[in-house]
């Protein structure tokens, strides 16, 4: 499956932004899709994540009650983060993946993903 994210931009603290992810190749179908971001310096960490499946989610602390991860079941090829309250410690290269054998617990680390697509820039403002 090859991943495609957007969405990313400039914006004010306290504004908001919403990243997609499309899927080509293959829907989501028993995937989990994880949002992860990279700051300049810092080691890529986990936001969010979602299993298309169950539909159950999962947050960073950092970004729980602000970010929210959803699917659209219509399209089943299209996750979004929808980010709200952005902060400027929330700026980063955002990245999407997917990991077509999602286990319990898996979905926080970067090395269960096996597809990742090119990263989005969000970049916020104080």
């Known amino acids: 499956v090859q991943l495609q994210a957007s969405g990313g931009g400039l914006v004010q603290a306290g504004g908001s932004l919403r990243l997609s992810c499309a899927a080509s190749?293959?829907?989501?179908?028993?995937?989990?899709v994880g949002w992860f971001r990279q700051a300049p310096g810092k080691e890529r960490e986990f936001v969010a994540a979602l299993s298309w499946n169950t539909g159950s989610t999962y947050y960073a602390d950092s970004v729980k009650g602000r970010f929210t991860i959803s699917r659209d079941s219509a399209k089943n090829t299209v996750v979004y983060l929808q980010m709200n309250s952005l902060k400027p410690e929330d700026t980063a290269v955002y990245y999407c993946?997917?990991?077509?054998?999602?286990?319990?617990?898996?979905?926080?680390?970067?090395?269960?993903?096996?597809?990742w697509g090119r990263g989005t820039q969000v970049t916020v403002s104080s």
């Open positions: 993946a997917a990991d077509g054998y999602p286990m319990s617990g898996s979905y926080y680390y970067a090395v269960k993903y096996d597809y």
């Open positions: 190749g293959r829907t989501f179908s028993g995937y989990a």
